[in-house]
């Protein structure tokens, strides 16, 4: 199992090793810091959600901190790391943690309705491989997460920013790529799904576009079977809307 980085001191013997193999991450400059992927949705938090958050929230929320991360400890265990951004009320969430018990996930979101949705489903599931951090991710990723500590990401139906003045607040552009691509292990994976395909299409665009990812697939993937159908997606293929996945993976 590769160990973690816990500093980006390049002073530090085993963070020159990591970034001589895996070079150095981008600079955070390429994101502009004042664009937000997301708006915050005002919504209610159920008392089943604030009970989960009471009960729950001290063992499964994290604190952002922008100091790297030590996912063994956090987890209290070594196990393969996937990182999932935008997990929204984490149905899907949920079942993968289920289906992939030997995995840990590292869980995005700052809707709070949707963490406790989430923690809710943990108390309910019984699921101990799930670890949220209410935060953007975008910050997540520059300043908790370790070169090359990945050995997935999931990006599930992000908001798709329809509007062409607003589709610079993707989250799937070339810089955050770039630092994602930076963050998994050779052979880790980057999968993203869209039901809204001009989206899709700059996914599959942005992805080709990075020298350190392969495609796994000739253009968009065959949903892998550890993805649900969630309520949502169901709903819009029921109404004839198309979904189109795409895995892509780091090189050696
Ligand atoms: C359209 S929803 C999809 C939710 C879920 N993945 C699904 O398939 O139902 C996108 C979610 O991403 C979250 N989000 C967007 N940008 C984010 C960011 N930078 N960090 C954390 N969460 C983000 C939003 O709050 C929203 O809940």
């Known amino acids: ?3 973690l980085i816990i500093s980006t001191d390049p002073a530090q013997p085993a963070v020159a090793a990591a970034q001589a193999t895996y070079g150095t991450p981008p600079p955070d400059v390429a994101y502009p810091k004042t664009i937000k992927s997301f708006v915050r949705r005002a919504g209610r938090t159920t008392t089943g959600q604030a009970k989960a958050f009471e009960d729950l929230g001290p063992r499964f929320v994290l604190p952002y901190t922008a100091a790297l991360l030590d996912a063994d400890a956090v987890f209290g265990r070594n196990a393969p790391l996937v990182l999932e951004i935008g997990f929204g009320m984490g149905e899907a969430t949920a079942h993968i943690a289920k289906v992939r018990a030997d995995d840990n996930f590292l869980c995005c979101e700052v809707h709070e309705p949707g963490v406790g949705a989430l923690l809710k489903r943990i108390g309910e599931q019984g699921l101990t491989n ?96 550890y993805r649900p159908l969630t309520k949502f997606e169901n709903r819009g293929l029921r109404l004839g809307h198309g979904v189109w996945d795409v895995v892509f993976v780091r090189r050696n």
Do not use: S
């Not at 052979?187 to 989206?199: K, N, R």
């Open 130 to 225: 799930i670890r949220i951090l209410q935060h953007d991710a975008v910050e997540v990723v520059d300043h908790m997460l370790p070169l090359a500590c990945l050995d997935g990401i999931h990006i599930f139906f992000p908001d798709p920013w329809h509007k062409k003045k607003h589709n610079k607040r993707r989250l799937i552009q070339a810089p955050l790529v770039a630092k994602l691509a930076a963050r998994l292990k050779p052979g880790g994976y980057l999968h993203c799904a869209t039901d809204w395909q001009p989206y899709a299409e700059q996914m599959l665009q942005m992805l080709g576009a990075e020298p350190l990812l392969a495609n796994t697939a000739a253009g968009f993937a065959p949903q892998p079977d």
């Open 1 to 3: 199992m590769t160990q």
